[in-house]
């Protein structure tokens, strides 16, 4: 008599209830993170952005000092693009604290989001000059609504927000050029992190953020309005956040919005959809614009702010849903020593994900 077979093999996806908890976590971090700066009211702009990232380096420290480092023969190649990549991401911060300071939190955070949109029209670029994959005709859709939407919001340019900073057309367009830096940082870690370049993590993102502080350090002595030092602890000083209330909120900025927000979704990245998380984060002007009222930093946005922002938003979320649908277009050669393979370095910090399949962790 034979053995019965034995039953097949079973294997179970993790549940995913803790991941869209994380999730929802980190865009609330996020989230807050522009009414935080909004309430360092008298600290200049730029030191302000610099603040923040000098926390997050500082704790990024730990989990870098431990992370799989590229090996030396790939930085003669890298170098240039890892200053570029922590420039943008320093410009970045910069140009959009910087509007928070000239503009609405609620008109700050919509128009700084705008980097999908930018995106769009960069790739529709690459595909009349060097015929290159066209973005889908959705996501072209989703620009042409965000843009709409922008428009529209620019009616409310002017206008009195219960008492609040009114919005200005100088302050919304300095946030447009904060989402330009975070499109060109995302075109840049392409050749980093995933198939391209499978750089780790903390391996990329420490030396990024270094380079993005020293990048906010020389906005602040070039181009604030006001002197700032260097060796001291007042408010218009480098290390100004070691000190009184600057010191916590700038601890939380680096950490909680920092880490927390930003790196704890680029792990969710090993587990959930680019899609997904992108969704997520178009809730970040709602939540942002929520937080920034309940402190007294934001006021009731005017009727076109309600009316363009969730235009903008609905672009926003059709632009992403058609990037998900269609192949990502590429951006060059991944940040590699010459004559190197893809993955020989990296194999092994590869990620087992919920289908079973092997999937390397991405920005």
Known sequence: ???????????????????????????????????VFALLSTVPPFLKAGYRLTFQSLFQLIPWMFSNPAPPSVYPACVPYLLLAGFMLGTHF??????????????????????????????????????????????????????????????????????????????????????????????????FRGEKGGWD????????????????????????????????????????????????YSIYLGVAAGIGGHAGLNFLL??????????????????????????DVQGVPGLWTWIGGGVLMVGLWLTIKGGDRSESPGEGEGCRSKGEEKGTWVERKQFVGGDGNAVNERL
């Not at 090993?270 to 402190?295: C, D, H, M, N, R």
């Open 94 to 191: 910069c140009t959009w604290v910087y509007s928070i300071d000239h503009t609405t939190l609620s008109h700050s955070l919509l128009f700084v989001s705008m980097h999908p949109i930018i995106l769009n029209f960069y790739y529709h670029l690459r595909s009349k000059l060097w015929g290159e994959r066209r973005p889908s005709s959705l996501e072209t859709i989703g620009s042409i609504v965000g843009v709409a939407g922008a428009a529209v919001m620019m009616a409310d340019v002017g206008s009195d927000e219960s008492g609040a900073q009114s919005p200005t057309l100088w302050g919304d367009f300095v946030a447009f050029l904060g989402a330009v830096a975070m499109s060109i940082y995302l075109l840049v870690g392409e050749r």
């Open 1 to 35: 008599m034979s053995n019965p077979a034995p039953p097949p093999l079973v294997v179970l996806s993790p549940p995913l209830l803790p991941y869209y908890s994380l999730l929802l976590l980190s865009v609330v971090m996020c989230s807050s993170a522009g009414p």
């Open 270 to 295: 090993k587990f959930l959809s680019t899609q997904i998380i992108g969704t997520a984060l178009l809730a970040e002007p709602v939540v942002g614009s929520i937080i920034g009222y309940a402190l």
């Open 201 to 248: 993590l903390w391996t990329y993102i420490e030396p990024v953020t270094v380079i993005a502080t020293l990048t906010c350090w020389v906005y602040s002595f070039l181009l604030e309005e006001q002197s700032v030092k260097m060796f001291c602890l007042d408010e218009d000083c480098v290390f100004g956040c070691f000190k009184g209330d600057r010191l916590w």
